[in-house]
Nanobody
């Protein structure tokens, strides 16, 4: 029913910036929370940031707070993750997801994208 496609990943030096985009299909995008998650080799998938349907509420992992910004454009069915001051530990595959309920909980997300690789060199 819903397809999510991430883009914008790549290779960047420490201290640099990237902006990830996630384009969603479907007619109910604006009614759901959107989240960005990441998974590094050998580690569990973790939440990076999330934004409520109305964009009134946002959540950021402590590790990215102050550096990353999540936003959404409901008219374009797109959610973004602006990543500044990137660190090598940010290297991971980044996934966007759509869901309801508690936007901080991965279990609340029903649809997931295929992911986009972000590599930060040092």
């Amino acid at each position: 029913q819903v397809q999510l496609v991430e883009s914008g990943g790549g290779l960047v030096q420490a201290g640099g910036s990237l902006r990830l985009s996630c384009a969603a299909s479907g007619r109910t995008f604006r009614y759901y929370n959107m989240g960005w998650f990441r998974q590094a080799p050998g580690k569990e998938r973790e939440i990076v940031a999330a934004v409520s349907a109305s964009a009134v509420n946002t959540y950021y992992a402590d590790s990215v707070k102050g550096r990353f910004t999540i936003s959404r454009d409901n008219a374009k069915n797109t959610v973004y993750l602006q990543m500044n001051s990137l660190k090598p530990e940010d290297t991971a595959v980044y996934y966007c997801a759509l869901g309801g309920g508690n936007m901080r909980s991965p279990r609340e997300y029903e649809y997931w994208g295929q992911g986009t690789q972000v590599t930060v060199s040092s």
